[in-house]
């Protein structure tokens, strides 16, 4: 099955960009009709969409984040890389990478185990 994790550092001062890479095993990122998103949920908050990069390639984000939020991908190393710049502690969550369901964006059915991101001087 399908295998996601995420890496990255836990521990990002502000104003600077938080960067997290997802690496996939046992599926390959350019699969036709598959979706590679990040989702993440600030405590004792829900889940937020932050953006997806296709099997094509092609990228979309969440109009709230686009203008600080970059998502490319590796295929040689079949990862994708987040990067979202000029944090704040508001950007402190739990981070994760997921598979969209087949032709799906936001229902997924492979998820990575997460990680926290704490944004602080």
């Known amino acids: 099955q399908v295998q996601l994790q995420e890496s990255g550092p836990g521990l990002v001062k502000p104003s600077q960009t938080l960067s997290l890479t997802c690496t996939v095993s046992?599926?390959?990122?350019?699969?036709?009709?598959?979706?590679w998103s990040w989702i993440r949920q600030p405590p004792g908050k829900g889940l937020e969409w932050i953006g997806y990069?296709?099997?094509?390639?092609?990228?979309n984000y969440s109009p709230s984040l686009k203008s600080r939020t970059s998502i490319s991908r590796d295929t040689s190393k079949n990862q994708f890389t987040l990067q979202l710049s000029s944090v704040t502690p508001e950007d402190t969550a739990v981070y994760y990478c997921?598979?969209?369901?087949?032709?799906?964006?936001?229902?997924?059915?492979?998820w990575g185990q997460g990680t926290q991101v704490t944004v602080s001087s």
């Open positions: 046992n599926g390959s990122i350019t699969t036709n009709s598959y979706y």
């Open positions: 990069i296709a099997y094509s390639g092609t990228t």
């Open positions: 997921a598979r969209g369901a087949r032709f799906e964006i936001y229902v997924y059915d492979y």
